[in-house]
């Protein structure tokens, strides 16, 4: 196993047998290490002679916000699927008891979706609003 300054990764010669001429070997042992680190959320310095883990940087709140209004539009977008067929049924006289529940409960977490960015501590701290089942 390699890694590489200039490339910031690591390369497996088996498998990339042309390596970057600032290629090092590292030992399967410390690599392991890093990306277990990697996986526990902390990131990769390659400044040095040797890859090392590093704490990442907190989120800003401007990354918060994006990250918060980017997962409330994906619930809006399932919940917009959700319910257009729902509705239809309504509109065409043709819904169900249980139709009508589910939309209303659809509906429901659409509008809560909707409020996220009114509560007191969005976007660093957000009561999700639960999916329907």
Do not use: C
Request: charged residues 25%.
């Amino acid at each position: 196993m390699f890694f590489s300054n200039s490339e910031r990764t690591f390369f497996d010669d088996e498998v990339n047998p042309a390596l970057p001429a600032d290629a090092k070997v590292i030992s399967t042992l410390d690599h392991a290490v890093i990306f277990a680190g990697v996986a526990a959320g902390k990131g990769i310095d390659f400044s040095g002679a040797r890859p090392a883990l590093i704490d990442l940087p907190s989120p800003t709140v401007e990354q918060f916000r994006e990250m918060a209004l980017s997962e409330r539009d994906r619930g809006l977008s399932v919940a917009a699927l959700r319910i257009a067929p729902l509705q239809d049924a309504v509109d065409l006289d043709d819904a169900s008891e249980a139709d009508l529940a589910e939309l209303k409960k659809w509906k429901q977490y659409r509008v809560a979706l909707n409020r996220v960015e009114l509560q007191t501590e969005f976007p660093t701290n957000i009561d999700w609003p639960v999916l329907p089942s």
